[in-house]
């Protein structure tokens, strides 16, 4: 028997270490690897050997690899060629039907396991040898057919080369590995020892069509006998697989080819042919389908896995950044509360003895602790808004946008708010977490962008989602793929607002561009606030219905019979019983002010105004349960006449605008309170009623 001519694998891979590995991998005696770096080199080397298997990678320039097995099926000297697909992309179905309708027999995803490749890589190669085997076994007896039918065309002429044909292709027939058989016009007229040891029949005993037939696993049977009428029909060649019954009652697969004989008048005279047992082959083809629903099954169940984590490492991350800013918020609180009234008080202190001391060294000194408390409220103040926005709760995520474009200032960044919305009313935590991916994106620019200017939008969609876009026109930059399995995120904060976005229900899109500046869009679901609960139970004050009318006059909350023996009744409002006290001392210093109540919130405060009908109140605007703004809203509502003075910490922009609509005469911050107030008290009451007033000078 000739040496059988050596396998050929084609790899191709447009990196020259893939190509490298892959040779180590599929290395083996009998076995050469060709390799080509692209899809133009493939098939100059297909049109060259005879490939055994092609190894291709998908994702090549200029012709991929799906291109390139497309142009492999349309020839017919490459359109058998056994091809799998490698990859590394991500797990997409439709990636993998793609490979199967471009004629893959497999697809792997990278990275590879050598051992499963260099399996699949022997079957196939297992496969070709067998083929080869075949087609030699077959070519040779199908040239001896024919040529056997040729003899028998001349069989007038020639029965002598006859008779020595037939000898010499039934010793031919008789030591071939696969099933030879003939059909004639009187049935089944030769079969080899091949098939005679098949059947388990002696060569004496005849062997009809009938009893082939019979053989034949009843499922097969009526498609394998169509196969042969439209071959007869047509005078053409028949080819199919079917299962029969061998002489130990197993079952195995046969694939039968068959050439058309014909007489000398050109009729069709029968069928010679050869049948070949693919039971290991089509075993092989079955083992290979499920390894690959056990593979995918596998990896579905990993995805499930990997998905779930992911969901609860998101779901970690939100909370960890929630937690995050209650601490801030709690922090800043407590500095407010504490630290920042403690410090009011002791500069109303402060300067009240400053009045009442005469030495100049004395006094010098408590003007330079004045002014030391002074830079320590504006630094209380600035680490308050740096631990958490003072207008997000109050005034929602607009206001404090509108105050982190102002902050940005400071870092050398002028941010322009576009407003194509009103506020929307987000819930607190919704609100921090845009609010805090807008700040991080802004010192993005700052940090990285090299811009001076930046633009936030803030809109709703049509299909009812926030959308907030920050965008700069600085240097740019490339955004990186996502990252690997196992591997850290090369932009880790950019990562932290994707999946801070994604456990609101919404996503970061960035577009950016090197040297053409980044454009990031944060678009979350649009929830608002439910005020059902709100509506239902109103509070005990805000809620009551207006007490019944007290007659109005301008001199009702002052003590004395005419206006220029009345003193001005006031009435205090803070949630610190401190900074209370040292308003009623700091007003003691007036003759014609006197302190008639206190308060300790909006609530009460209410309740006090009810009572005591004062000419002004002095109201905090920070408070537990009812705040300053909704207590002057309903103060001025009841009893117009009665001025009302704003106190705060924080004497921010969105603060006075909120207590001046509420109908405030003015809002004073609590420093300034120590000079201003008494003043503010004159000129509120004089705004008020201009009677009133006159009778003050």
């Known amino acids: 028997m000739p040496a059988m001519n050596q396998a050929k694998f084609l790899l191709v891979d447009d990196h020259d270490a893939n190509l490298v590995a892959l040779s180590a991998v599929l290395s083996s005696d009998g076995v050469e690897m060709l390799r080509a770096r692209s899809g133009r080199e493939a098939l100059e080397l297909l049109l060259r050997h005879d490939i055994a298997l092609a190894i291709i990678d998908v994702q090549m320039p200029i012709m991929d690899g799906f291109e390139l097995a497309e142009l492999m099926r349309g020839s017919r000297r490459t359109q058998h060629v056994p091809i799998i697909f490698l990859t590394a992309g991500p797990q997409d179905n439709l990636h993998r039907f793609r490979g199967y309708q471009a004629g893959a027999v497999d697809f792997l995803y990278k990275p590879i396991e050598p051992n499963v490749l260099r399996s699949k890589a022997a079957i196939f190669l297992d496969l070709y040898r067998q083929r080869e085997e075949l087609a030699r076994q077959r070519d040779k007896f199908l040239t001896l057919a024919e040529e056997k039918a040729g003899l028998l065309r001349e069989r007038d002429e020639a029965n ?235 005034f929602g995520l607009l206001d404090a946008l509108s105050w982190l474009a102002n902050q940005m200032h400071r870092h050398g960044l002028t941010v322009t708010l576009e407003e194509d919305t009103e506020e929307p009313g987000l819930p607190e935590d919704q609100a921090v977490l845009l609010f805090q991916s807008v700040r991080e994106l802004l010192f993005n620019v700052v940090k990285h962008a090299g811009a001076n200017e930046a633009r936030i939008t803030v809109a709703l969609t049509d299909d009812d989602r926030l959308q907030i876009v920050v965008e700069d026109d600085g240097c740019g930059f490339v955004p990186s793929p996502p990252p690997d399995r196992g591997t850290a995120p090369p932009q880790f904060g950019l990562f932290s607002i994707r999946e801070r976005m994604a456990a609101m229900g919404g996503r970061l899109n960035i577009d950016s561009t090197v040297g053409s500046g980044t454009r990031a869009v944060l678009t979350t679901p649009y929830r608002t606030i439910q005020n059902e609960t709100a509506l239902a139970a109103p509070s005990p004050v805000l809620g009551q219905p207006d007490p019944p009318p007290a007659p109005v006059s301008p001199f009702d909350s002052r003590t004395g019979d005419s206006p220029g023996s009345s003193t001005i009744g006031i009435l205090l409002v803070d949630d610190h019983q401190m900074v209370r006290e040292g308003l009623r001392s700091l007003l003691e210093n007036y003759d014609d002010v006197a302190v008639i109540g206190e308060a300790a919130d909006g609530s009460e405060a209410i309740q006090s105004v009810d009572r005591l009908h004062p000419a002004v109140v002095i109201m905090d605007i920070n408070m537990p349960k009812t705040n300053g703004i909704d207590a002057t809203s309903e103060i001025k509502s009841r009893h117009p006449h009665i001025a009302v003075i704003g106190l705060s910490v924080h004497n921010s922009d969105e603060a006075q605008e909120a207590m001046l609509r509420a109908g405030a005469a003015r809002l004073l911050s609590k420093e300034a309170a120590v000079d201003e107030l008494y003043e503010a008290i004159r000129q509120a009451l004089a705004d008020d009623n201009p009677r009133c007033g006159a009778s003050l000078t």
Request: with cysteine.
């Open 160 to 394: 002598r080369r006859l008779r020595e044909s037939e000898s010499r292709f039934r010793s031919l027939a008789d030591s071939a590995p696969v099933i030879i058989w003939m059909i004639g016009p009187d049935g089944c007229e030769f079969v080899n020892q091949a098939c005679l040891e098949f059947f388990g029949t002696p060569r004496a005993e005849r062997i009809d069509v009938s009893c082939w037939a019979e053989r034949i696993h009843p499922d097969d049977r009526a498609q394998a006998a169509e196969a042969y009428r439209v071959a007869v029909e047509a005078r053409t060649r028949v080819e199919t697989f079917f299962r029969c019954r061998r002489r130990d009652g197993a079952y195995r697969w046969l694939h039968s080819i068959g050439m058309p004989t014909f007489f000398a008048t050109g009729a069709l005279q029968g069928y010679i042919g050869a049948s070949h047992d693919v039971t290991d082959i089509k075993d092989a083809e079955d083992r290979l389908q499920r390894w690959s629903i056990d593979l995918e099954r596998a990896v579905d169940t990993k995805t499930a896995e990997l998905q779930q984590s992911q969901d609860q490492l998101r779901a970690l991350a939100t909370e960890l950044t929630l937690t995050e800013q209650r601490e801030r918020k709690r922090l800043a609180l407590e500095l407010h509360d504490y630290l920042a009234q403690l410090l009011v008080v002791l500069r109303m202190k402060l300067r009240q003895t400053l009045l009442l001391v005469s030495e100049d060294r004395i006094g010098l000194l408590l003007q330079e602790a004045d002014q030391v408390l002074t830079q320590s409220l504006d630094y209380t103040r600035s680490l308050v808004a740096e631990l958490t926005p003072p207008n997000l709760k109050e």
